[in-house]
């Protein structure tokens, strides 16, 4: 009976002692927190591991971090993860949604984004844009001819109308001359040229008595008119003098109409077929309405393919550029030891108590062990 005693006496004491042990070492891992000097002289393990080496665990963190967790080929894979893009794409959906039927107006979100006076602001920045353009444009063909500088096909579609022209032009003479007025105005044609041949004039008029040469000389104009070869005729002098216009320079087509007023000209143009003051007070929902499906559906999965697809071509240098090592090393140098020792605790609590309760599973078989070779001894 004693020698039973002696060896559960013998096992417990190892038991406690191989817990209280391995306790002591997970405590020694953190604490002291600070040195403790007693006679001027540091003790032995103080402070804490932990502690002590704060420094190169902030510095194996951030190289683990970008080595390990967080590296190129692992986001790589992540972003071009269907499902990954798939949600992205939802998500972007569901946002583009919610702000493309906002019943705001568009001036009222460009001051929420901090765009003052907008309609200025936009009108500014074109007029800008057009001053810019309109010089590189002209300082392109300056030195060339207007046959030079439009597209072949521009000016084959202007050359086009003249058969059109003329038969506008030759319709619009022949309404006019059957009207009562063009009558009048052959009428007083006809007195203009009468009275300025003196003699002659006033004989045809004696000779011609009551007769009306008006009467007489507008169905031969409208004959005229009427003429396949006054439409043809018509036609050759307008492509004659395109011809003529087309030789002209560049430079002189703006010399003769001013630099100045050319420039004004398109700006005004650009700015009054852009209505800015109308547009700005529209809500975004019904200046998108028409745009809406394509923008939701087509526009914004396009958007996040090329998106994903530069985010993974650059992944490298955006890594680079974060220096994840560094906030990562600088972050937990911020930590205190403290803070350390409870978020490693928080994950490694129960492996540490399984190392304390191993301890003591070892110092109680050790202390079996002792108890029966003291017992052999004796």
Same mark, same amino acid.
Request: charged share 25%.
């Given at each position: 009976?004693?020698?039973?005693?002696?060896?559960?006496?013998?096992?417990?004491?190892?038991?406690?002692?191989?817990?209280?042990?391995?306790?002591?070492?997970?405590?020694?891992?953190?604490?002291?927190?600070?040195?403790?000097?007693?006679?001027?002289?540091?003790?032995?393990?103080?402070?804490?591991?932990?502690?002590?080496?704060?420094?190169?665990?902030?510095?194996?963190?951030?190289?683990?971090?970008?080595?390990?967790?967080?590296?190129?080929?692992?986001?790589?894979?992540?972003?071009?993860?269907?499902?990954?893009?798939?949600?992205?794409?939802?998500?972007?959906?569901?946002?583009?949604?919610?702000?493309?039927?906002?019943?705001?107006?568009?001036?009222?979100?460009?001051?929420?984004?901090?765009?003052?006076?907008?309609?200025?602001?936009?009108?500014?920045?074109?007029?800008?844009?057009?001053?810019?353009?309109?010089?590189?444009?002209?300082?392109?063909?300056?030195?060339?001819?207007?046959?030079?500088?439009?597209?072949?096909?521009?000016?084959?579609?202007?050359?086009?109308?003249?058969?059109?022209?003329?038969?506008?032009?030759?319709?619009?003479?022949?309404?006019?001359?059957?009207?009562?007025?063009?009558?009048?105005?052959?009428?007083?044609?006809?007195?203009?040229?009468?009275?300025?041949?003196?003699?002659?004039?006033?004989?045809?008029?004696?000779?011609?008595?009551?007769?009306?040469?008006?009467?007489?000389?507008?169905?031969?104009?409208?004959?005229?008119?009427?003429?396949?070869?006054?439409?043809?005729?018509?036609?050759?002098?307008?492509?004659?003098?395109?011809?003529?216009?087309?030789?002209?320079?560049?430079?002189?087509?703006?010399? #003769?109409?001013?630099? =100045?007023?050319?420039?004004?000209?398109? &700006?005004? +143009?650009? /700015?009054? !077929? %852009? $209505?800015?003051?109308? *547009?700005?007070?529209?809500?975004?929902?019904?200046?998108?309405?028409?745009?809406?499906?394509?923008?939701?559906?087509?526009?914004?999965?396009?958007?996040?393919?090329?998106?994903?697809?530069?985010?993974?071509?650059?992944?490298?240098?955006?890594?680079?550029? #974060?220096?994840?090592? =560094?906030?990562?090393?600088?972050?937990? &140098?911020? +930590?205190? /030891?403290? !803070? %350390? $020792?409870?978020?490693? *605790?928080?994950?490694?609590?129960?492996?540490?108590?399984?190392?304390?309760?191993?301890?003591?599973?070892?110092?109680?078989?050790?202390?079996?062990?002792?108890?029966?070779?003291?017992?052999?001894?004796?």
């Amino acid at each position: 009976m004693d020698s039973v005693f002696y060896i559960v006496f013998m096992m417990i004491v190892g038991a406690v002692i191989g817990g209280v042990t391995n306790e002591l070492a997970i405590q020694m891992l953190f604490r002291p927190y600070h040195p403790i000097y007693i006679a001027g002289k540091r003790l032995p393990f103080t402070p804490g591991l932990i502690p002590k080496r704060r420094e190169e665990l902030a510095e194996q963190m951030g190289r683990m971090v970008v080595e390990h967790l967080l590296t190129p080929e692992g986001i790589r894979r992540k972003l071009t993860e269907q499902t990954f893009i798939q949600g992205v794409v939802k998500w972007a959906q569901e946002a583009g949604e919610k702000w493309l039927s906002s019943h705001k107006t568009i001036g009222e979100l460009a001051a929420l984004i901090g765009v003052k006076h907008p309609e200025e602001t936009i009108q500014r920045r074109m007029t800008s844009l057009v001053e810019t353009k309109y010089e590189q444009w002209m300082k392109e063909i300056r030195s060339k001819t207007i046959h030079e500088s439009f597209p072949a096909e521009l000016l084959a579609k202007v050359e086009a109308t003249f058969p059109v022209l003329a038969n506008y032009i030759v319709d619009k003479a022949i309404d006019y001359f059957n009207s009562q007025e063009g009558k009048q105005r052959i009428d007083r044609m006809i007195d203009d040229f009468l009275s300025g041949r003196g003699m002659l004039g006033n004989m045809l008029q004696m000779l011609l008595g009551n007769v009306s040469l008006a009467d007489k000389i507008q169905p031969e104009i409208i004959k005229f008119l009427n003429n396949e070869g006054t439409k043809e005729l018509l036609s050759n002098l307008l492509a004659k003098e395109w011809d003529k216009l087309k030789a002209y320079k560049i430079a002189d087509v703006e010399a #003769l109409i001013g630099k =100045e007023r050319a420039m004004d000209f398109i &700006k005004n +143009f650009v /700015v009054n !077929r %852009l $209505e800015m003051g109308q *547009l700005l007070n529209q809500p975004l929902s019904t200046v998108i309405a028409p745009y809406k499906k394509t923008m939701i559906h087509e526009l914004i999965p396009k958007a996040v393919d090329v998106l994903s697809g530069l985010v993974v071509e650059k992944v490298d240098t955006i890594i680079q550029r #974060l220096q994840l090592e =560094e906030i990562v090393r600088s972050q937990v &140098k911020t +930590f205190s /030891v403290e !803070r %350390l $020792e409870e978020m490693i *605790l928080s994950i490694s609590k129960r492996e540490f108590k399984m190392i304390t309760y191993l301890g003591a599973l070892l110092g109680g078989i050790i202390g079996i062990i002792q108890g029966i070779v003291g017992l052999i001894i004796s």
